[in-house]
C-alpha cells in the first residue's frame, strides 16, 4: 500500500503561490504581445524607409542608424513600464 505524504499550506502560503503564478502568466501573455507587435512594428519600419534606402546612400549605416534609435526608444519604455508595474517598495 502507498502512503503519500499531505503537504499543508496556511493560506499565506497559498496565496503567495497564487500571486507567482497570476504574475507569471500575465509575464508570460504580454511577452506573447509584445513580440507580435514587434514583428508588426519592424514590417512597418521596414517599408516606410524602403524609399529611402532604395532612393541611394549607405543603407547599411541607416539601418543600424534606425536599429540603435529603436533600441533606445525600447529601453526607455520597457524602464518606464516595470518601474510603473514594479514600484520601489517604501522602507
Do not use: C, H
Not at 37 to 59: H, T, Y
Not at 61 to 85: G, N, P, Q, R
Amino acid at each position: 500500500m502507498k502512503k503519500y505524504v499531505k503537504i499543508r499550506y496556511n493560506k499565506k502560503e497559498i496565496e503567495k503561490i497564487r500571486n507567482e503564478f497570476k504574475k507569471t502568466i500575465a509575464t508570460l501573455l504580454v511577452s506573447s504581445f509584445s513580440f507580435v507587435a514587434a514583428l508588426l512594428w519592424r514590417d512597418a519600419i521596414q517599408e516606410s524607409l524602403k524609399p529611402i534606402i532604395e532612393a541611394g546612400g549607405n543603407a547599411i549605416i541607416f539601418k543600424y542608424y534606425v536599429a540603435l534609435l529603436v533600441s533606445a526608444i525600447t529601453v526607455i519604455v520597457t524602464f518606464l513600464i516595470t518601474k510603473y508595474v514594479y514600484p520601489v517598495e517604501k522602507r
